[in-house]
């Protein structure tokens, strides 16, 4: 009786993890850890002939060098408007321009920037850690509620509750690794 509640159940959990696991890798690919990333360019957005745009959708981002991020913009009279974009925003770069390729150099980041990005990024994994076992509590919650509504039984109920723990523990796992690989990525010199 379990089977054809839990499958469903099971599997809506899967999905929820899987997305909070591609978003901590999203906010850990803004993380700006030494080398350059053409995905730091990803939340910056421009005044594109009034309407705000994302940076990555009017330009070819690309990193020639393990130091350097290209910019080329697809419609060289915004180039003003994408330096004026870079140079307010939060990522601390200071962009130069030879009229139609705007480059980036990204410095390796002090031991003091270090030890603030590896704070930031655990906190990115343990917000998303609290999302997964929200997730959890609310699969669980739903399984009460067939318990209650005696569709399933006690003992059905331990064993969705298992394996709804399984499910979270395979995920925690890997929210582990990806943390383990930033935090390394991030303090190498």
Request: glycine share 4%; proline share 4%; charged share 35%.
């Amino acid at each position: 009786m379990l089977s054809e509640y839990a499958d469903s159940l099971y599997n809506g959990l899967t999905e929820q993890l899987q997305k909070s696991l591609d978003h901590l890798n999203s906010e850990f690919g803004a993380v700006r850890a030494g080398r350059a990333n053409p995905r730091l360019l990803d939340k910056i957005m421009v005044d594109y002939y009034g309407t705000m745009t994302p940076l990555n959708q009017m330009a070819n981002i690309s990193a020639p060098d393990p130091r350097t991020i290209a910019v080329s913009l697809w419609d060289i009279s915004m180039l003003k408007e994408v330096l004026k974009a870079i140079q307010t925003s939060d990522l601390g770069l200071n962009p130069s321009d030879d009229g139609k390729v705007i480059r980036l150099f990204v410095p390796a980041p002090t031991e003091e920037r270090r030890i603030e990005l590896v704070k930031m990024v655990r906190k990115f994994a343990e917000d998303t850690r609290v999302s997964m076992r929200n997730c959890r509590r609310e699969c669980l919650d739903e399984f009460k509620k067939l318990k209650n509504d005696k569709k399933i039984t006690e003992d059905e109920l331990k064993l969705a509750e298992n394996e709804v723990q399984k499910i979270l523990n395979k995920f925690t796992d890997k929210v582990e690794q990806c943390l383990t690989t930033k935090e390394k990525e991030i303090t190498e010199v």
